[in-house]
C-alpha cells in the first residue's frame, strides 16, 4: 500500500466562480487559513475513471498522482494535519498504456500513438466483445494484502457490476467473462469480494467522502456509435438501465453515508460537452466541408434497418474517427469499384459505428438525465449533503455551468485559457473524454467550492497553472 502525508503546494488560492470566469489567486496574494467544520482526515473517493485518474486512454504512476481525489486530498491536509489519503498506485513508469501524441497537424486533429503499458504481465484475446476481439490486459498487482486504498475508483466499473462476485478475481479473466482488471489489483489472489463490499470495508473508517460514479455505464454505448455499451432502443430497455443504475447508486451511497457521515455527490457531465462528441457536431462538420455537396450519414442500430441520410446540427461524428471523413475509400457501387470521399457522397456515408445520431444521443441522454435527477433527489432528501446540481439551491453547485460548459466556451484561469480543444486547451487528454493534471485540478477546484459553501469550510483551491499539461 502506498500512503502519502501532504504538505501544502506551494502557492494555492480562492477560486472565484463566476458567470463565465473559473480564476485563481495571483501570486503573492495572501493565502486564508485553512480550515473546515467537517473532518477531512479520513477521505475516501468512490466512481470510475474519472476519480481513478485516467488520462489519454490509461492509467499511470503519474496520472493517478494528479487524479482529483489526490488533489483534494493534498488540500484537505492544509486544514487537516493528520489527512492521510492512500491510492493504489502504480510502479513509477509503468501503466496500462497511453495514447501519446505525435504530430499537431494543421486540420486541428492531433495524430497519436498508442504507448504499451509497463505494468501489463498478461493479456487475453476476448473474441465476444461487440466490435471484434478485444484484449484484456492483467496487470501487476497493487499489493495482495486485505487493506484496501482511499481512493476506489475503478476504470470501466459499470454501476451494474457492483455485485458481481468475482470481478476481481483473475479466475474471471478468461473470454466473455466479467472481469475488471484494475479491481483485480486492488485485491488478494482467488478473491470473490464486490466493489459493494469493498465500498463498505473502506466506508467503515471514512469520514468524509466524494461521489462521481455512472459516466462509464455509458461511454461504450457513445464510443461505439450506439453498437455496444446498454441497449437504450426501447422504452423498456431505457428504463431497465435507468433503474439499474439508480438502485445501485443508492446502494453504494447507503455505505458511504452511513451514520451521518459528510460527503459530496457529482453528478454527471452532459455528453455534448465531451470533445469526443463536440467537436463532431454536425454543424461544424457541414461548415468544414461546405464546398462537398453534404455529408451523410447511417443511422439505426443493430435492432432496425439501417437508413441513410444527411447530417444535421443534432448528430455527433465521433471525434476519433474524423480524421477519416473526405477519405477517399474503395465502394462498390453498381458493379464497379469507385474511390469516393467517406461521408461526402451519399454512396459512401459514414457507418452508423462512427456516428451517434439525434436518436441514440436522445436514448443515452434519457438515461443520464434520469440518473442524475436520482442523485439530487437522494442527496436533497435522503442523505442532507450537497449535490453538485443544476438547481438554484444554495448547498448545492452545477459542475456543468463552472467546469464543463464554461471549459466549452473558453475560460481563462490567472491568465491560461481553457478550452474544449485536445492538447492547445489544457483541459481534455488526448483520448477525447478524461482529463489532464490540469483539468483534474479545475475539477478538485469545483469539489472544493462545493465543500467550502455547504461545510463553511475554508480550503484553498489547487494551483492549475502549476500543474503538467500531460500526466504521462
Known amino acids: 500500500m502506498n500512503t502519502f502525508y501532504f504538505t501544502q503546494l506551494g502557492r ?22 485553512p480550515t473546515t ?10 466512481g470510475d475513471s474519472y476519480t481513478a485518474g485516467v488520462s489519454a486512454g490509461g492509467l499511470t504512476r503519474a496520472s493517478q498522482e494528479y487524479s482529483f481525489p489526490n488533489l483534494l486530498a493534498r488540500q484537505f491536509q492544509g486544514a487537516s494535519r493528520e489527512a492521510v489519503f492512500t491510492q493504489p498506485l502504480l510502479e513509477a ?15 486541428g486533429l492531433p495524430k497519436t500513438r498508442r504507448v504499451a ?18 484484449t484484456v490486459r492483467v496487470l501487476t498487482r497493487n499489493n495482495p494484502s486485505s487493506t484496501l486504498p482511499q481512493n476506489l475508483g475503478i476504470p470501466g466499473l459499470a454501476l451494474s457490476q457492483i455485485e458481481t462476485a468475482g470481478l476481481g478475481n483473475e479466475g474471471s479473466a478468461v473470454a466473455r467473462a466479467p472481469f475488471n482488471p484494475y479491481f483485480e489489483r486492488l485485491l488478494p489472489p482467488a478473491t470473490t469480494r464486490t466493489y459493494l463490499q469493498a465500498v463498505t470495508d473502506v466506508a467503515a473508517s471514512a ?73 463532431g457536431n454536425g454543424t461544424a462538420l457541414l461548415e468544414r466541408f461546405s464546398a462537398a455537396p453534404g455529408v451523410f450519414i447511417t443511422v439505426g442500430n443493430p435492432f432496425r434497418p439501417a437508413q441513410v441520410r444527411p447530417i444535421t446540427s443534432r448528430d455527433y461524428v465521433l471525434a476519433p474517427l474524423l480524421s477519416r471523413v ?26 452508423d459505428a462512427d456516428v451517434l445520431d439525434e436518436s441514440e444521443l436522445t436514448f443515452v441522454s434519457f438515461v443520464l438525465n434520469g440518473y442524475n435527477n436520482e442523485l439530487e433527489t437522494l442527496a ?39 478550452s474544449p480543444e485536445l492538447v492547445r486547451g489544457n483541459f481534455f487528454s488526448l483520448d477525447y473524454y478524461t482529463l489532464t493534471p490540469r483539468g483534474n485540478g479545475l475539477l478538485a477546484n469545483a469539489f472544493i467550492t462545493a465543500i ?21
Open 37 to 46: 467544520s467537517v473532518d477531512v482526515t479520513r477521505y475516501v473517493a468512490v
Open 12 to 33: 494555492t488560492g480562492l477560486v472565484a466562480v463566476a458567470t463565465a470566469v473559473l480564476n485563481a489567486c495571483a501570486p503573492g496574494q495572501d493565502t486564508p487559513t
Open 326 to 351: 473526405g477519405q477517399p475509400t474503395a465502394v462498390v457501387v453498381g458493379g464497379a469499384t469507385l474511390m469516393l470521399p467517406y461521408g461526402l457522397d451519399s454512396r459512401n456515408p459514414l457507418r
Open 452 to 472: 467550502n459553501k455547504a461545510y463553511r469550510a475554508n480550503i484553498p483551491a489547487v494551483d492549475v497553472n502549476s500543474l503538467p499539461t500531460v500526466a504521462q
Open 207 to 279: 469520514t468524509f467522502f466524494t461521489y462521481f460514479q455512472g459516466l462509464d455505464d455509458l461511454l461504450p454505448y457513445v464510443q461505439s456509435g450506439g453498437q455496444c455499451g446498454g441497449r437504450y432502443d426501447s422504452t423498456a430497455f431505457r428504463n431497465q438501465a435507468l433503474l439499474t443504475m439508480r438502485t445501485n447508486a443508492r446502494k453504494v451511497l447507503d455505505r458511504l453515508a452511513a451514520g451521518g457521515r459528510p460527503g459530496i455527490i457529482a453528478k454527471l457531465p452532459a455528453l455534448t460537452t465531451l470533445p469526443l462528441l463536440r467537436l
Open 117 to 134: 503499458g509497463q505494468a501489463v504481465r498478461r493479456t487475453i484475446i476476448n473474441p465476444g466483445t461487440c466490435a471484434g476481439p478485444d
Open 93 to 107: 513508469g509503468t501503466g496500462s498504456g497511453f495514447i501519446e501524441l505525435v504530430d499537431f497537424p494543421a486540420t
Open 380 to 418: 436533497r432528501d435522503v442523505y442532507k449533503m450537497p449535490v453538485i446540481t443544476p438547481d438554484g439551491n444554495q448547498r448545492a453547485l452545477n459542475l456543468d455551468v463552472v467546469l464543463f460548459d464554461q471549459v466549452a466556451g473558453l475560460i481563462s484561469v490567472g491568465g491560461v485559457v481553457y
